[in-house]
């Protein structure tokens, strides 16, 4: 004990300090191990409740509708897309 002198006190207090770092060390280590899968699906649920509000209800003014109800939003023209003029016609010889 050249480190310590002769003082048994002292040899004492610095191994209480030791004991009592160990023991907070591993106590904290088993608390986060219990907590981690509850603070885990906490996370994963706000993630989810922030994905919902953000991407649940896209499109806010139309009402839901049914699965497999089948709805037509648009109608085509009647114009047929033939009747316009595209482009200049270009008469060609073929060269042998």
Do not use: C, H, W
């Amino acid at each position: 004990m050249l480190i310590f002198g002769t003082n048994p006190t002292v040899m004492i207090t610095f191994l209480k300090t030791i004991l009592i770092i160990l023991l907070v060390y591993f106590g904290l280590k088993f608390l986060i191990r219990l907590a981690t899968p509850y603070l885990m699906r906490y996370i994963s649920k706000k993630a989810g409740q922030q994905f919902e509000k953000f991407f649940g209800d896209f499109q806010p003014g139309e009402p839901r509708q049914k699965e497999g109800k089948i709805t037509i939003d648009k109608m085509p023209s009647k114009e047929s897309p033939s009747g316009k003029k595209v482009g200049e016609y270009i008469d060609y010889e073929e060269v042998d």
